[in-house]
């Protein structure tokens, strides 16, 4: 892998899958691991129960699918009629090897749950630990993500409701430490005592 860009590829779907290390993908379908290859990535799947489980290795082309659509397509794949349905069938290190053709497959819709770390991953990077923003989150009501946030230069804590779509909402994950200096979104937080005022982002 020489490609600076399937590098970078190959290193973010690492990361978006290293959740489902403790959680699985789909009922009875757990994440073993993501190995490069050349012009693409792949994921090792078990399926099945200790006793009776498979290894499945499923092959994805770099640039079919952006990263954040790789859970939702292998949840597609892992929960259809047929476990390597819609790809080529091979094998390698004793796994099946399926080489998929994410064209012909309609990622699953990402959960609540997903929509919510990807958030607080992009908002959490490993440079943040000595002057963090993030600070804190919750779940709650109807689609909704409170973020509590704190500037290092500012006392006080922010927390920040944020509406989770379908597709990240990179624009306002990077706007975010200037939206919640702005007057017109704040809000007073008399029932949040975790947080000295509220920003709604929701409309945003």
């Known amino acids: 892998m020489t490609d600076p860009e399937d590098r970078e590829q190959q290193a973010d779907i690492t990361r978006r899958l290293l959740y489902f290390l403790n959680a699985p993908l789909a009922e009875h379908r757990r994440l073993r691991g993501v190995l490069p290859a050349p012009g693409a990535v792949r994921v090792a799947i078990r399926a099945g129960d200790d006793e009776n489980a498979r290894d499945f290795l499923y092959e994805i082309p770099n640039d079919t699918v952006t990263p954040y659509h790789v859970p939702g397509l292998l949840r597609t794949v892992l929960t259809g009629p047929r476990i390597h349905s819609g790809g080529d069938v091979g094998e390698t290190m ?25 958030v607080v991953h992009a908002l959490s990077g490993p440079g943040d630990d000595e002057n963090p923003f993030l600070i804190g989150f919750l779940m709650h009501g109807d689609g909704l993500l409170r973020l509590y946030v704190q500037r ?53």
Do not use: K
């Open 94 to 118: 004793g796994m099946t090897l399926v080489r998929l053709r994410p064209e012909e497959i309609t990622p699953d819709p990402e959960p609540e749950q997903g929509r919510a770390l990807t």
């Open 152 to 204: 290092s230069d500012r006392p006080g804590v922010i927390g920040a409701d944020i509406r989770l779509t379908e597709t990240p909402a990179t624009a306002l994950i990077a706007s975010l430490p200037s939206l919640v200096e702005e007057e017109q979104y704040r809000r007073p937080a008399p029932e949040d005592p975790h947080c000295d005022l509220l920003v709604d982002l929701t409309d945003w």
